[in-house]
C-alpha cells in the first residue's frame, strides 16, 4: 500500500535543495501522526543520487522519474506527473518546498487536482486526521492557520523553518521507477538555457545575514577618484561601506543583504534585498548595518533568530528589534567586528 | 495585440495590520493597488506600446477595487473590469483562479495576461500559476526580462528568475506572464490620466455574467492570529573604542550560539 505523505524533492541539475530535506523531515513528523511512511517524489534527468539521497535522509519509498523531458524543471511536464502520480495513488498530503519551483508546481496540481494549496507555512499540525497549517500572512504581521477540506492536501514549507532531519548513510532503497506524463512534443515550454548566474548570493537559506542600507554611503571621510559627479560618489561611497559588510558576511560565512534604500540608489543588485518587496530571510544571526528598520524591511527579516543593529541614530526603529545594538558609525564599528570576530572564530 | 493584466487591492504595505475579534484590521491605512502588480500594469503598458493593441485592468473583489482599477487607468490602461459577486466571499486562490479564466476567456482572443509576483495580503504567489493551468495556457512566473514577443509568429521569449539564475524560455502564445521587479519601475500616473480614471466608468461583471457558478473554496482559514511579541531586551553595547565596543559584541553573539 502507497504512503499517505509525499513530499517532492526539488532538484537542479542532479543537485536537491536543501529545503526539500526539511519538507522530508516535515514530512516524516506528519507520519508519526498520520501513519505510514513518506513517499519520496525525484523528478530529474540522471538524478538517481538524489533519488539515493532521500533514501538516507529517511524517505521509506522514492518514485524516481528519469527522462530528458524532466531535466530542466518546467511547469507543464512537472504538474502532469505530479498529477497522474496522485491520481493514480491517491496520496493524502504532499508536501514540496517552498521554491520557485515547489510553489509553483503545487499551485497548478491544485487546480488539475480540483484541491487548495497552502504555499509557504511555518508550522504543521494535525486534527481530526487532517493537516493544520501556520502560515504567515500580510508580510509577517499576522499568522493564519489553515486547513484543505480536500485531498491531497498540497503543502509548501518555508525554507529554514522546520529542521533538517540527520543524513543516515547506512539507509538506502530501490527507487520505484515512474515514466513521464508527456512527450517532448506536447509540452508548450522550451528551455533555451541560464543568461546569468544568480551570482552566488543565495539569501533564503543563509544561517548569517549581513546587511546594508542608505547608510552605507555615509562615509564623509572617504574621498573618492576625481572625475566623479555627486550622485556616482555617493554610489562610490556606498561600494566601500559594502565592501566591510560584505567583508564581515565573509567572516562568519554568511550572506550580504541590503534595504531598498541602497537597492534603489544603486549601490547593490536586487537580488540583494531584504523585507516586503525583496526576500523573505530568517537567518539565525541577522546584523543590519546604517539600516533605520521600516516597516517594510521589517517584513523581511523579523523571524531572524538574532538581531544586531549598528546605526548612529539611537531613535532608528531597527534597535526595537534587536538583541544588542551598537549607537555609532558603522564605518568603525563593522571593521572592528570583522576583526573580533576574525580573532575568535581563527579566521 | 489583446492584453490583460491582473490587480488586486490590498492594504498598504506600511499599514499596522492587527486581528481584533478574529478580524483582519488595518485602521484608517488606505487600500492601494497590490505594488506587484503596478510593475505588471507596467509591463503590460510596454508591450502595447511596443506592439500596438489595447489593455484592460482586471480586479476580482469588492466595490472597493474599482480605486485600484482606476490606478491602472491612470497609468495608461484602456478599459477596465471589475468582478464582483456575493458569492465570492471567502474563495481561495484556486476559486479566483478560475474565476479569471473564465473572464479571460469570456473576453476572447486575449494574447498576453500580465499578473504580479504575489498579493501582499495573503502572500500565496500562486494565483499566475494557477489562472494558467485553469486556461490550459503556459504560465511564465516571475519573468524579469522579456526578451521577445513576436504577435504575429505567437511566440514570447523570457527570463525568469529562479533560484540559481536567468532562466531563457519560450513559449507560444496566448501567455500568462508574471514580472519580478526588474521588469522596470512602474511609471506615475500622468495629470491626463489621473482626470480620464476619475470620469471611468467601470462594468462590472457577476458569477451569472461569466456563465459560471462561484467555484468553491478548498481552503479555509479557521483562525487568524496576532504574531506573539517577542520579548526582547534591546542591550545597547557601549565602549571606549570600536575595538572595545566590537569586542563586547562578538563574546555576547558567540555565547548566543547562533553561529
Ligand atoms: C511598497 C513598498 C515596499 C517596500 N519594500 C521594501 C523592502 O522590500 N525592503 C526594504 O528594505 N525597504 C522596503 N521599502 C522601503 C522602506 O519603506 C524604507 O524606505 C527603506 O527600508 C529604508 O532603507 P534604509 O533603512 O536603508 O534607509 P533609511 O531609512 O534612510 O535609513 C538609513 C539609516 O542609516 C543610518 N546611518 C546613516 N549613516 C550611518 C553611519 N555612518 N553609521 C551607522 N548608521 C548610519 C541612519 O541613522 C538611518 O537610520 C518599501 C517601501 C514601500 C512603499
Ligand atoms: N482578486 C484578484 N483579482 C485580480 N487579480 C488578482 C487577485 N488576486 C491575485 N491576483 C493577481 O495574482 C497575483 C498573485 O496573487 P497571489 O497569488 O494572491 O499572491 C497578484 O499580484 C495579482 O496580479
Given amino acids: 500500500m502507497s504512503n499517505k505523505i509525499w513530499v517532492f524533492i526539488d532538484q537542479f541539475k542532479g543537485h536537491a535543495h536543501l529545503a526539500s530535506w526539511e519538507a522530508l523531515g516535515a514530512g516524516h513528523k506528519l507520519a508519526e501522526k498520520l501513519g505510514g511512511g513518506v513517499t519520496a517524489l525525484v523528478f530529474g534527468a540522471q538524478a538517481k543520487d538524489v533519488a539515493a539521497e532521500a533514501f538516507q535522509y529517511g524517505a521509506a519509498e522514492v518514485l524516481y522519474a528519469d527522462d530528458p523531458t524532466l531535466a530542466d524543471y518546467r511547469a507543464e511536464p512537472y504538474t502532469a506527473l505530479l498529477v497522474k502520480l496522485a491520481k493514480e495513488q491517491s496520496p493524502e498530503v504532499v508536501l514540496l518546498p517552498t521554491t520557485t519551483r515547489g510553489r509553483e508546481l503545487a499551485a497548478m496540481a491544485a487546480i488539475d487536482l480540483n484541491t487548495g494549496v497552502m504555499p509557504d507555512v511555518t508550522a504543521l499540525d494535525v486534527e481530526n486526521g487532517r493537516v493544520v497549517v501556520t502560515r504567515p500572512v500580510y508580510a509577517g504581521k499576522l499568522l493564519a492557520k489553515a486547513v484543505c477540506e480536500t485531498n491531497p492536501q498540497l503543502v509548501t514549507t518555508r525554507i529554514r523553518a522546520f529542521p533538517k532531519p540527520e543524513l543516515n548513510a547506512s539507509l538506502s532503497g530501490t527507487p520505484v521507477a515512474v515514466g513521464p506524463a508527456m512527450d517532448e512534443s506536447a509540452i508548450p515550454t522550451k528551455?533555451?538555457?541560464?543568461?546569468?548566474?544568480?551570482?552566488?548570493?543565495?539569501?533564503?537559506?543563509?544561517?548569517?545575514?549581513?546587511?546594508?542600507?542608505?547608510?552605507?554611503?555615509?562615509?564623509?571621510?572617504?574621498?573618492?577618484?576625481?572625475?566623479?559627479?555627486?550622485?556616482?560618489?555617493?554610489?562610490?561611497?556606498?561600494?566601500?561601506?559594502?565592501?566591510?559588510?560584505?567583508?564581515?558576511?565573509?567572516?562568519?560565512?554568511?550572506?550580504?543583504?541590503?534595504s531598498r534604500a541602497a537597492v534603489d540608489a544603486g549601490y547593490i543588485p536586487y537580488e540583494h534585498q531584504v523585507g516586503q518587496t525583496g526576500k523573505v530571510v530568517s537567518p539565525d544571526l541577522y546584523i543590519a548595518c546604517g539600516i533605520s528598520g521600516a516597516i517594510q524591511h521589517q517584513a523581511g527579516m523579523r523571524s531572524s533568530k538574532l538581531i544586531v543593529a549598528i546605526n548612529k541614530d539611537p531613535e532608528a526603529p531597527i534597535f526595537r528589534m534587536a538583541r544588542y545594538g551598537v549607537v555609532g558609525d558603522l564605518f568603525s564599528i563593522v571593521p572592528a567586528l570583522s576583526e573580533a570576530f576574525r580573532k575568535r572564530l581563527g579566521k | 495585440m489583446k492584453i490583460v493584466v491582473c490587480v488586486k487591492q490590498v492594504p498598504d504595505s506600511a499599514a499596522k495590520v492587527v486581528v481584533e475579534n478574529g478580524q483582519v484590521t488595518w485602521g484608517d491605512a488606505p487600500l492601494v493597488i497590490n505594488p506587484w502588480d503596478e510593475f505588471a500594469v507596467e509591463a503590460a503598458l510596454v508591450q502595447k506600446e511596443t506592439h500596438g493593441g489595447e489593455v484592460t485592468v482586471v480586479s476580482v473583489g469588492g466595490e472597493s477595487s474599482k480605486?485600484?482599477?482606476?490606478?491602472?487607468?491612470?497609468?495608461?490602461?484602456?478599459?477596465?473590469?471589475?468582478?464582483?459577486d456575493p458569492a465570492l466571499a471567502g474563495v481561495d486562490s484556486q476559486a479566483v483562479a478560475r474565476v479569471l479564466a473564465a473572464a479571460i476567456k469570456k473576453m476572447g482572443d486575449v494574447d498576453l495576461v500580465f499578473f504580479g509576483r504575489q498579493a501582499i495580503d495573503g502572500d500565496m504567489a500562486v494565483t499566475a500559476a494557477q489562472t494558467g493551468r485553469a486556461l490550459n495556457w503556459p504560465a511564465l512566473t516571475l519573468v524579469s526580462v522579456i526578451s521577445n514577443l513576436d504577435p504575429g509568429a505567437g511566440a514570447i521569449r523570457v527570463e525568469r528568475s529562479t533560484e540559481e539564475g536567468r532562466q531563457i524560455v519560450e513559449a507560444k502564445l496566448p501567455a500568462i506572464v508574471s514580472v519580478v521587479k526588474d521588469i522596470g519601475e512602474p511609471r506615475y500616473p500622468s495629470f491626463m490620466g489621473i482626470r480620464k480614471a476619475s470620469r471611468a466608468t467601470i462594468p462590472t461583471w457577476a458569477m451569472a455574467d461569466l456563465g459560471i457558478g462561484a467555484p468553491a473554496a478548498a481552503v479555509k482559514w479557521p483562525e487568524l492570529l496576532n504574531v506573539p511579541v517577542r520579548e526582547i531586551q534591546t542591550e545597547i553595547i557601549s565602549g571606549d573604542s570600536p575595538a572595545e565596543i566590537a569586542d563586547k559584541l562578538a563574546e555576547k553573539i558567540l555565547a548566543e550560539k547562533v553561529l
Avoid at chain 1, 572617504?222 to 566591510?244: I, M, N, S, Y
Wanted: net charge negative.
Fill in chain 1, 191 to 258: 528551455v533555451a538555457g541560464y543568461s546569468q548566474a544568480a551570482g552566488g548570493v543565495s539569501l533564503t537559506d543563509a544561517g548569517v545575514i549581513v546587511s546594508g542600507g542608505r547608510g552605507v554611503s555615509n562615509n564623509p571621510a572617504l574621498t573618492p577618484p576625481a572625475g566623479l559627479d555627486e550622485k556616482q560618489a555617493e554610489v562610490w561611497r556606498a561600494q566601500e561601506g559594502f565592501k566591510l559588510v560584505g567583508e564581515l558576511a565573509g567572516v562568519l560565512g554568511g550572506a550580504m543583504g541590503a
Fill in chain 2, 67 to 84: 480605486e485600484a482599477l482606476k490606478h491602472a487607468l491612470a497609468m495608461g490602461c484602456g478599459e477596465a473590469l471589475l468582478i464582483s
